[in-house]
Nanobody, 116 residues
């Protein structure tokens, strides 16, 4: 059974930081490109950042310089370090594991709320 379990979300003040984690099981983690998506209130789900099996990273323009994605293949876990949080970063953040266009998995999401 494949599981992607996100953690690390919460309520944080503007300018604060969080580190999201996505622990996986049931997949050969090193063979999957991993990504973080988010869905804000009334918005469509959007790609925030992804990291390939080779470690290449890609970021949405809105988060460049503030978010960092990383992976630990020994722990089957992908991380998202979020700094300089803004109100518009408020969203449910989802972990995504992609082996191909037809084989991928989603986590259940973790809420990030940025508010003073």
């Amino acid at each position: 059974q494949v599981q992607l379990v996100e953690s690390g979300g919460g309520l944080v003040q503007p300018g604060g930081s969080l580190r999201l984690s996505c622990a996986t099981s049931g997949i050969i983690f090193k063979d999957y490109d991993m990504g973080w998506y988010r869905q804000g209130p009334g918005k469509q789900r959007e790609l925030v950042a992804d990291i390939t099996t080779a470690g290449s990273t890609n970021y949405a323009d809105s988060v460049k310089g503030r978010f960092t994605i990383s992976r630990d293949n020994a722990k089957n876990t992908v991380y998202l370090q979020i700094n300089s949080l803004k109100a518009e970063d408020t969203a449910v953040y989802f972990c995504h594991a992609r082996w191909s266009s037809w084989l991928f998995y989603w986590g259940q999401g973790t809420q990030v709320t940025v508010s003073s």
